[in-house]
T-cell receptor
């Protein structure tokens, strides 16, 4: 089955700096990779995703890059703001014909003012 | 769009009682819904996958007779925790997915405390 690793587990950056979170996956057949942001006491929110037929996708200050050969994908947040502070989870398709996701362990991002 | 609601947002129940949590997709038809459990400072742990009109598929180690899942319509799934015990206290989150789409949208979660 799919195995997803995520690094770093915690990340502190100064406001305005960039943050990068990296995930690796094990199943070369995986074709869809979402990123979720979870604020304290809330459910995860889908912030960006990428399909395997593209190498990069950008949405304002957030971007995701995918390297299929190396089986890793990364979340890039530029010009970080205090409201970006949260736990971020990456995911990849799991078993059950890819219906469900396997989540990474999460990265706690703190943006310091 | 793509809004998923959960009710209640928090619940306290006594040991031995049952509690039902509802998950609704508000603006799309959720052919598949998922139930997760999350302990503090941990990742999401998938409990079960349910397709509308079919029996849920439970992950290894999840007791299907304790965590009853019903997905009777394209907009509603319920999770019933039967004979709850303090160790069932957790944050329960549902997500929903539309047919032929990869995206999963999560509800806001339900905090269950069993005393």
């Amino acid at each position: 089955g799919e195995n997803v690793e995520q690094h770093p587990s915690t990340l502190s950056v100064q406001e305005g700096d960039s943050a990068v979170i990296k995930c690796t996956y094990s199943d070369s057949a995986s074709n869809y990779f979402p990123w979720y942001k979870q604020e304290l006491g809330k459910g995860p929110q889908l912030i960006i995703d990428i399909r395997s037929n593209v190498g990069e996708k950008k949405d304002q200050r957030i971007a995701v890059t995918l390297n299929k050969t190396a089986k890793h994908f990364s979340l890039h947040i530029t010009e970080t703001q205090p409201e970006d502070s949260a736990v971020y989870f990456c995911a990849a398709p799991g078993d059950n014909y890819g219906q469900n996701f396997v989540f990474g362990p999460g990265t706690r991002l703190s943006v310091l003012p | 769009g793509a809004v998923v609601s959960q009710h209640p947002s928090w619940v306290i129940c006594k040991s031995g009682t049952s509690v039902k949590i509802e998950c609704r997709s508000l603006d799309f038809q959720a052919t598949t819904m998922f139930w997760y459990r999350q302990f503090p400072k941990q990742s999401l742990m998938l409990m079960a996958t349910s397709n509308e009109g079919s029996k849920a598929t439970y992950e290894q180690g999840v007791e299907k007779d304790k965590f009853l899942i019903n997905h009777a319509s394209l907009t509603l799934s319920t999770l019933t925790v039967t004979s709850a015990h303090p160790e069932d206290s957790s944050f329960y989150i549902c997500s929903a997915r539309e047919a032929n789409f990869h995206e999963q949208y999560f509800g806001p979660g339900t905090r269950l405390t069993v005393t």
